[in-house]
């Protein structure tokens, strides 16, 4: 079922895309300083998404994983001192 509904979000949001790209036809020239690219500006202003998306996806994902090391480094010190304290 949530499979199901991501599909149909994901489509959504491909069909948006389409009839913007299609209503923002007009070509924007991007000087990158080794290149010079021309693009219609809804796939420039999409591909920006895109981008925006994905590193800030790669943005929270380490940030998670981060945090969860910390918890899992601090949870063995924790279980390491409780040992050495009931050794004793």
């Known amino acids: 079922m949530r ?41 420039a202003v999409l591909a920006a998404l895109v981008v925006g998306w994905i590193l800030g996806g790669i943005v929270a994902w380490s940030g998670t994983r981060a945090r969860q090391r910390r918890r899992k480094r601090d949870a063995s010190a924790r279980a390491s001192a409780t040992a050495s304290a009931n050794d004793s």
């Open 3 to 43: 499979l199901a509904i991501t599909l149909l979000i994901i489509l959504v949001f491909v069909l948006v895309g389409v009839v913007f790209g299609a209503l923002n036809a007009a070509v924007v020239p991007f000087d990158l300083g080794f290149a010079r690219v021309s693009v219609p500006k809804g796939a």
